[in-house]
């Protein structure tokens, strides 16, 4: 196999581990932090950011991957500097505003998900890094249904019952929502946010349970046919 093929997929490995590291600081330290902390917003877009780049120079070459990757996070990272501008052109009221920010952070997690999965499932070697880019690909599963949940909270009254934070402006409750998301994901469920509409019920759950089993079961599949393989050259 050629030097450079060998190469990219240490590059690829290890991005996947440095991804890790900057979901679990926006999930659990930047997330909560932005909530009461003006500052923790730009936290947060220098973590997207991070992801972006990450995304775009090592995990896809994917043109139109990148493009939607780059167009998701500059919305995201400029909203807050040229929203109000944008607003007073496009006629948006409060409501419009947060479901076109939410929509950008939908398409951009989506995005990574979908980048992080293909490599995580790929065929090849399974290594300490694609394993750890496993946990990344369960948190951000856990990070788009937070945005969900939040999406659904806008548009169905009382669709969660739970702490007053809930039912506040979404950059406020956003922290509650990812709480809630890995509860649920994980099965904890301590109780003190309730889902109250359909919609907010058992799916996200039930992917907590079939992931691991599901991942296990590829994993150990791909090491068999690598390590078969191997000894056949």
Same mark, same amino acid.
């Given at each position: 196999?050629?030097?450079?093929?060998?190469?990219?997929?240490?590059?690829?490995?290890?991005?996947?581990?440095?991804?890790?590291?900057?979901?679990?600081?926006?999930?659990?330290?930047?997330?909560?932090?932005?909530?009461?902390?003006?500052?923790?917003?730009?936290?947060?877009?220098?973590?997207?950011?991070?992801?972006?780049?990450?995304?775009?120079?090592?995990?896809?070459?994917?043109?139109?991957?990148?493009?939607?990757?780059?167009?998701?996070?500059?919305?995201?990272? *400029?909203?807050?500097?040229?929203?109000?501008?944008?607003?007073?052109?496009?006629?948006?009221?409060?409501?419009?505003?947060?479901?076109?920010?939410?929509?950008?952070?939908?398409?951009?997690?989506?995005?990574?998900?979908?980048?992080?999965?293909?490599?995580?499932?790929? *065929?090849?070697?399974?290594?300490?890094?694609?394993?750890?880019?496993?946990?990344?690909?369960?948190?951000?599963?856990?990070?788009?249904?937070?945005?969900?949940?939040?999406?659904?909270?806008?548009?169905?009254?009382?669709?969660?019952?739970?702490?007053?934070?809930?039912?506040?402006?979404?950059?406020?409750?956003?922290?509650?929502?990812?709480?809630?998301?890995?509860?649920?994901?994980?099965?904890?469920?301590?109780?003190?946010?309730?889902?109250?509409?359909?919609?907010?019920?058992?799916?996200?759950?039930?992917?907590?349970?079939?992931?691991?089993?599901?991942?296990? *079961?590829?994993?150990?599949?791909?090491?068999?046919?690598?390590?078969?393989?191997?000894?056949?050259?």
């Amino acid at each position: 196999m050629p030097q450079w093929i060998n190469d990219r997929d240490r590059l690829v490995d290890h991005s996947l581990s440095a991804l890790l590291v900057v979901q679990g600081v926006t999930l659990f330290i930047v997330v909560p932090l932005a909530q009461d902390w003006a500052a923790g917003r730009t936290l947060l877009d220098l973590c997207h950011l991070a992801f972006a780049a990450i995304c775009i120079a090592v995990l896809t070459r994917h043109r139109l991957v990148q493009m939607v990757l780059a167009a998701s996070i500059a919305l995201l990272v *400029a909203w807050p500097l040229f929203g109000l501008r944008l607003t007073g052109a496009l006629h948006l009221d409060p409501v419009e505003q947060h479901e076109a920010i939410a929509g950008a952070a939908l398409v951009f997690n989506g995005a990574v998900t979908g980048v992080v999965a293909h490599h995580v499932f790929a *065929a090849g070697r399974v290594t300490a890094h694609r394993i750890r880019g496993a946990v990344l690909l369960y948190l951000d599963i856990a990070a788009l249904f937070a945005i969900l949940y939040g999406i659904v909270a806008m548009h169905v009254p009382h669709a969660f019952t739970g702490p007053d934070v809930l039912h506040a402006a979404p950059e406020r409750s956003t922290a509650a929502f990812t709480y809630f998301s890995l509860t649920t994901i994980t099965t904890t469920g301590y109780g003190d946010i309730v889902p109250a509409a359909a919609l907010t019920r058992s799916l996200e759950a039930v992917i907590g349970q079939l992931f691991p089993a599901t991942l296990l *079961a590829r994993l150990v599949g791909l090491h068999l046919v690598h390590e078969q393989r191997a000894r056949r050259d």
